[in-house]
T-cell receptor, first 114, second 112 residues
Framework: KAGVTQTPRYLIKTRGQQVTLSCSPI?????VSWYQQTPGQGLQFLFE???????NKGNFPGRFSGRQFSNSRSEMNVSTLELGDSALYLC?????????????FGEGSWLTVV | AQSVTQPDIHITVSEGASLELRCNYS??????LFWYVQSPGQGLQLLLK??????LVQGIKGFEAEFKRSQSSFNLRKPSVHWSDAAEYFC??????????FGTGTRLTIIP
């Protein structure tokens, strides 16, 4: 069974631009979560989608948004990029059950903002 | 609110020595607890998890962890480390369909 797939793996953007990252969950998983990882802040939860609906949300500004499609694939978008948005963005998937959830991570998308 | 503390930022052990990484959590109900490992430039790989039942949990790569409710701890152990175990280790807590809360991680260095 294929794992969580994230694209692109690496990208460089300029301040003020926007970026879209993609995540394909494990087959059969309906929940997709996004995390931002930086050296200073560690792993921070962005949001979670389940069956195309945002179910949980972290404390990030509105420039960070996401969506989930009917096939459970998810995208996250960051608009008006700032230097501080440089980070590893991790996608994770799970079945989305209310108990006993195991969350599996992709290898991440490295975003550098210059 | 739930929280996780990994008190050791960096640990160095000799190859073949035993290892224990500490994790303390704060959560109002019975938590689900996880240990993940991250190699440089990679995503997080699940080592083991505790949901309920036996408080000693076996994971991959020879790791185990013990849930101690009285101490709010979920420490990770390995009897004999290998050079390939050098990585960053994250403890996480969650419950139901809530988001995972991660500790700040412990970086493990192995010396020959």
């Amino acid at each position: 069974k294929a794992g969580v797939t994230q694209t692109p793996r690496y990208l460089i953007k300029t301040r003020g631009q926007q970026v879209t990252l993609s995540c394909s969950p494990i087959s059969g998983h309906r929940s997709v979560s996004w995390y931002q990882q930086t050296p200073g802040q560690g792993l921070q939860f962005l949001f979670e989608y389940f069956s195309e609906t945002q179910r949980n949300k972290g404390n990030f500004p509105g420039r960070f948004s996401g969506r989930q499609f009917s096939n459970s694939r998810s995208e996250m978008n960051v608009s008006t990029l700032e230097l501080g948005d440089s980070a590893l963005y991790l996608c994770a998937s799970s079945t989305g059950q209310t108990s006993g959830n195991t969350i599996y991570f992709g290898e991440g998308s490295w975003l550098t903002v210059v | 609110a739930q929280s996780v503390t990994q008190p050791d930022i960096h640990i160095t052990v000799s190859e073949g020595a035993s290892l224990e990484l500490r994790c303390n959590y704060s959560y109002g109900a019975t938590p689900y607890l996880f240990w993940y490992v991250q190699s440089p430039g990679q995503g997080l790989q699940l080592l083991l998890k505790y949901f309920s039942g036996d408080t000693l949990v076996q994971g991959i790569k020879g790791f185990e962890a013990e849930f101690k409710r009285s101490q709010s701890s979920f420490n990770l152990r390995k009897p004999s480390v290998h050079w390939s175990d050098a990585a960053e280790y994250f403890c996480a807590v969650g419950a139901g369909n809530e988001k995972l809360t991660f500790g700040t991680g412990t970086r493990l260095t192995i010396i020959p």
